[in-house]
């Protein structure tokens, strides 16, 4: 008897919390002078922790400067988290947009960070007009939608990170840079280079790209190492890069395998510079992962704490004290900037009707922290001298510095330091 | 007259079949409510989550047909769904083909997938054919990046047609497909072939013995789950617009596995309870996004500690009685049988003790 009591109940309250939950949540109506910026992305990991980190001191600096001017009076920004789940879920991340457009009816989307996701929530942003920031999907496949369909696709934009392409040839311009150290530190005409790039259908086209480019640059392709994104040992892959004869590796990695590659290159100190792309190398908690191995470890990264603009130091130490001392900004902090573009806009529009406001993003020259923002004809961040270059970031001495660019195109960010090559390669080092 | 006598024929069969039933009637009206529902409530996001809840209803009925009836326990369905959503999707982006062309292609698609699935395993046996049926879509998966650029690879294949104009539209056919799709795996189960799949279940080797061709139904098991699962992942590829490698993850594949559990395994009507309870509780649970998976675990657990044949048969049992002669079930307020008339229950005489 008690248990059928006790069943009866538990399936009452199930019930009745779902009525609840669901009917409240329909329920939301709009609030005076409040705007609502909807921070979307995978919040149980860091890519979402640090939208939400990057989007709280946004709000908090504009609310603290008296918030958001329009036709005289003021906005207060109010933030919604909405936890996509993206990397687990496609259609969890559908359902929480969907939820935060029509239930909490936000004013803008900032955030996403995987593009199989982002492509499922441009279009439903798109159904409801809404505009959407994209603060770390890369691919290019999100930006050719607005050239192809302006009328459906404008309130779509990206500021971070660079597009797949523009991070690809900066990629490229690194290991240049080294090549260049290799030849005139170590006296060898024709550097060898080995490829290491994850097993992932991101590193595919960067695979090829880095076959029929590598001989271009007056360097030698050595082979190609394929590891799985969540290998934990690549000792196969660097001793056969080790024999090959390798004087740099050029790597790419997004994921986990960044962590054990970095850590075992410096164990076995392969005779090789290691460039390129590795997301783990972005991270504070990188020295402590390698166990101290992942010194000389050269990758792209969004920024670094260089002056690239007036405004780059202040926000990556707040960002930095936000965390406790214990993160970087990565480039998904960039909800940061998002939002201040998407303030100005609705300011210089004087109106929050999506429509104008994204005529006033459209002529963004926006100075932030990664940058000058400006968006080309497809609303993504221009990239190059003079706008969002990104920086070369190496570990040298278990400080994240920053090595490029020095001297590129006339740009150099104060703070910038020469790129070293690892010790065990030079003659006495 | 003619309309009159089809309509009391109508009526006489609705009364006999359905409402003498209190878990049909819950069943119809709840069906009812969902078609009636728009009249009433357009919410979009209530909407879109009573949309997503019906493609996967036929999902997970599918998953029942195959491992709660005919006890071959799939681990890889989601082979047939990604197999229908990517077919639909290519086909309406290459083709130019209309969904209402591509989804049934893509359940065709997904019923080839079913006999590759379906024939290397008909020797296999409980956790070894579970493991086989594991490999398939992870195959399939690594298939759809090394031929990246036709599947697009990690992206996926985006920019596909909507399943309909409106929203209000895609619920309909959404829910209009679930409600015949149900009905017709329902139907399947209660057939003739139904009592072989059965069969095959309860006892393979009698069954072989009795005469029946196992393996030949074995096959055609797998063919009609995967017919009705493509059916899902095409309707899946066109609403969500895109069919991507997440339709053939490990994660696809074991969501049908709990809603059906959690609703009634070999029912057909405990998919559609699991899948309706769950999915919309997944999302009310985003008041508390950082307890959000784990209480949505909790519930389930507490449920199954509580109903360990699943939550319909659970309700079921209390409103509904077996007659003790001829099995046929009757509403719990019958004193007799309806079909046989044998008592239901015994009225307890005064001063008689009950029990032993």
Same mark, same amino acid.
Request: proline share 9%; net charge negative.
């Given at each position: 008897m008690r248990r059928r009591i006790v069943t009866i109940l538990v399936v009452l309250v199930l019930l009745s919390t779902m009525v609840m939950g669901f009917g409240a949540g329909c329920g939301l109506k709009y609030t005076k002078n409040v705007l609502k910026v909807g921070v979307a992305g +995978?919040? $149980?990991f860091i890519m979402g922790r640090h939208h939400w980190l990057g989007a709280q001191m946004a709000a908090d600096e504009i609310n603290k400067a008296g918030g958001v001017l329009i036709d005289g009076k003021k906005y207060r920004i109010d933030l919604v988290q909405i936890d996509t789940n993206e990397l687990l879920s496609i259609d969890d991340a559908a359902a929480a947009i969907e939820r935060a457009i029509s239930v909490d009816k936000v004013n803008v989307l900032v955030g996403s960070i995987r593009t199989e996701a982002a492509l499922v929530m441009q279009e439903i942003a798109m159904d409801n007009q809404t505009i959407f920031i994209v603060c770390g999907a890369s691919h290019t496949a999100l930006s050719v939608k607005v050239g192809a369909d302006y009328e459906r696709y404008k309130y779509w934009f990206r500021v971070t990170p660079i597009n797949v392409g523009n991070l690809v040839k900066t990629s490229m311009i690194l290991l240049n840079q080294v090549g260049a150290t290799v030849r005139a530190q170590l006296g060898i005409a024709k550097p060898k280079v080995a490829v290491i790039i994850e097993k992932a259908v991101a590193g595919d086209p960067l695979a090829a790209a880095a076959q029929a480019l590598i001989p271009t640059f007056g360097m030698e392709f050595v082979g190609l190492w394929r590891p799985s +994104? *969540?290998?934990?040992?690549?000792t196969a892959e660097l001793t056969a890069i080790r024999d090959s004869g390798a004087n740099i590796i050029y790597t790419y990695f997004s994921g986990p395998a960044g962590v054990p590659y970095a850590k075992q290159w410096g164990e076995l100190q392969i005779p090789a510079a290691s460039v390129g792309i *590795?997301?783990?190398? $972005?991270?504070?908690?990188f020295m402590q992962a390698t166990n101290n191995m992942g010194n000389w470890e050269y990758t792209l990264n969004t920024m670094a704490r260089v002056k690239i603009t007036e405004k780059t130091i202040p926000y990556y130490d707040a960002f930095v004290e936000r965390t406790g001392g214990l993160e970087f900004p990565t480039y998904n902090a960039g909800t940061y900037d998002a939002i201040y573009i998407w303030k100005e806009a609705i300011e210089r529009a004087n109106s929050i009707d999506p429509d104008a406001i994204v005529v006033e993003m459209e002529k963004t020259d926006f100075i932030s922290s990664a940058g000058r923002i400006v968006f080309d004809t497809m609303h993504d961040v221009k990239w190059g001298p003079g706008f969002v270059t990104a920086v070369g970031t190496q570990w040298q001495d278990g400080e994240l510095v920053a090595c490029w660019p020095i001297d590129f195109y006339g740009v150099t960010y104060e703070g910038t330091v020469p790129y070293k090559l690892p010790p065990w390669m030079v003659p006495g080092g | 007259m003619t309309v009159v006598r089809y309509l009391n024929w109508l009526w006489r069969e609705f009364k006999g079949e359905i409402l003498v039933l209190p878990g049909r009637s819950i069943l119809f009206f709840g069906a009812v409510a969902l078609l009636a529902l728009p009249l009433v409530f357009r919410h979009p996001y209530a909407l879109r989550i009573l949309t997503m809840a019906s493609i996967f209803a036929i999902f997970a009925a599918s998953w029942d047909l195959i491992s709660g009836v005919v006890g071959q326990l799939s681990l890889g369905h989601a082979i047939f769904f990604g197999t229908a959503a990517y077919t639909s999707a290519l086909l309406n982006l290459n083709a130019g083909l209309p969904p209402v062309v591509t989804i049934p292609l893509g359940a065709l698609a997904a019923v080839v997938a079913g006999l590759a699935v379906g024939i290397p395993c008909l020797r296999l046996k409980g956790q070894y054919l579970s493991l086989a049926t594991l490999a398939f879509p992870i195959i399939l998966a690594g298939l759809v990046m090394v031929f990246s650029s036709v599947t697009g690879g990690e992206l996926g294949v985006s920019g596909v047609t909507r399943l309909a104009p409106t929203r209000l539209k895609e619920y309909y056919v959404a829910v209009v497909a679930a409600i015949v799709l149900i009905l017709a795996v329902w139907k399947i189960t209660d057939s003739k072939v139904g009592i072989i799949f059965h069969a095959i279940r309860e006892d393979e080797v009698a069954a072989r013995a009795s005469g029946i061709n196992t393996p030949l139904y074995k096959v055609l098991a797998f063919c009609l789950s995967g017919l009705f699962a493509g059916l899902a992942g095409g309707l899946y590829a066109h609403y969500m617009r895109i069919a991507g490698p997440s339709t053939l993850s490990v994660l696809t594949s074991f969501q049908p596995i709990i809603w059906v559990i959690f609703g009634?395994?070999?029912?057909?009507y405990g998919a559609v309870v699991g899948v309706f309870v769950l999915f919309p509780l997944v999302e009310v649970l985003r008041v508390a996004p950082e307890l959000r998976m784990l209480l949505y675990a909790a519930s389930i657990v507490l449920v199954l500690r509580f109903m360990p044949e699943g939550l319909a048969p659970w309700v079921i049992d209390r409103l509904e009685r077996k007659c003790p002669r001829c099995k046929e079930h009757n509403a719990f307020t019958r004193r007799a049988c309806r079909v046989c008339g044998t008592a239901l229950r015994v009225p307890q005489e005064k001063g008689v003790p009950s029990g032993g």
């Open positions: +995978p919040m $149980q +994104p *969540n290998a934990t040992d690549v *590795n997301v783990e190398a $972005q991270a504070k908690g | 009634g395994i070999a029912t057909i």
